[in-house]
């Protein structure tokens, strides 16, 4: 276990909350968004943005930059190395890379999440990141390009039909299953249900809430 790396790693996604959970707190219950980013995540694209605005996006780029700096010396890091928690960390913190946000999600910031995919992979494969970890930056990639998702795992795969959630009528459950299978994740069915009922889609995965 690196303890020093896995103290870093925390730090930076407490950091990475505690900005964000700032930011919500100024930002009000409601508000018009005046792009596509819905709000208040709109705010974060402001031209001369207030101080708890700055923040998110100074910790934020501040963190991906770490992140490429980790990684351009060693794989991704799994349990083995930063325990449990400091993996879930160090999704954060590429989770936000390719925020919906244009001032976060930049395509440098895009691009350098694309790159981070063979990394998961191999971790996925050595057991030491979650499989989810995985397939939610993938989706985000596809989100990002207007492409349909290969694991269906964000909210953004789901509709409701007659007050019913349901796999968007676009998507393939067959291939999308299939995909869940070659990275270990169980069918979009037993998402669905765990969705229906209100309860995290894969309870053993710890991951935090989606990119915004």
Not at 130 to 147: I, K
Not at 178 to 195: E, K
Request: charged residues 25%; negative net charge.
């Amino acid at each position: 276990m690196d303890e020093k790396l896995r103290a870093e790693v925390l730090a930076r996604a407490g950091a990475d909350s505690d900005a964000v959970g700032a930011f919500l707190a100024t930002a009000g219950p409601t508000g018009v968004s005046h792009s596509e980013v819905p709000w208040p995540y709109s705010l974060l694209e402001q031209d001369d943005p207030p101080e708890p605005v700055r923040r998110v996006l100074t910790v934020v780029h501040d963190n991906v930059e770490w992140l490429r700096g980790v990684l351009a010396e060693r794989a991704w890091p799994g349990r083995s190395v930063v325990g449990e928690d400091g993996v879930d960390a160090f999704w954060l913190i590429l989770q936000h890379a390719g925020s919906g946000v244009p001032t976060i999600g930049t395509p440098d910031n895009l691009a350098f999440q694309a790159s981070c995919v063979p990394l998961l992979q191999d971790a996925v494969r050595a057991g030491e990141v979650h499989p989810r970890h995985l397939a939610h930056v993938v989706d985000n990639l596809c989100l990002r390009s207007n492409q349909p998702p290969d694991f269906a795992v964000l909210n953004t795969s789901f509709v409701r039909e007659d007050g019913e959630l349901v796999l968007r009528p676009d998507l393939d459950a067959d291939v999308i299953d299939q995909n869940r299978a070659q990275i270990g994740l169980l069918p979009v069915s037993v998402d669905l249900d765990r969705r229906r009922a209100g309860h995290p889609p894969d309870a053993t995965d710890g991951t935090r809430p989606e990119p915004w």
